[in-house]
């Protein structure tokens, strides 16, 4: 495989350190391979400049709550692309996990990630980092 293919391949691919931004709700997810999936974990977030061993208290599993924040999948089981790869999603902000969730590659350095609950859906847009 020539140098440029690798290049491309790898720019298509979600695979990564991704940021939501600036400020007091910025947060870092990376993106890897899980087996023959892609999943996403939380890897930073300004918040955690403030609290950093902040827990999934918003979880509706009382038995999830004491899990740490740092280090939570929160993207599971993505598959398909390019450009776009489907899975599940959990915000612990809400402490909700939506099933049909998308990732969309919309430029080798810019990615949404879309999910829905019933009849509201969110969407996010995501950098890559550098």
């Known amino acids: 495989m020539t140098p440029l293919i690798v290049i491309a391949a790898i720019l298509a691919s979600p695979i990564g350190f991704w940021s939501s931004g600036h400020g007091k709700n910025a947060g870092r997810i990376e993106i890897k391979a899980c087996g023959e999936a892609l999943c996403g ?22 038995a999830l709550r004491d899990r740490p924040i740092r280090g939570l999948v929160v993207l599971e089981n ?40 019933a009849i509201f859906c969110l969407t ?3 950098y890559r980092v550098q």
Not at 41 to 62: K, S
Not at 84 to 113: C, E, F, Q
């Open 41 to 62: 974990y939380i890897v930073d977030a300004a918040r955690f400049q403030v609290e950093p061993d902040q827990r999934d208290v918003r979880n509706h599993d009382p």
């Open 78 to 117: 993505f598959s398909g692309g390019p450009p776009v790869w489907s899975g599940s999603g959990y915000d612990p902000r809400w402490g909700l996990r939506a099933k049909n969730v998308k990732l969309h590659l919309t430029s080798p350095d810019v990615m949404s990630i879309r999910g829905c609950l």
């Open 124 to 126: 996010q847009t995501l």
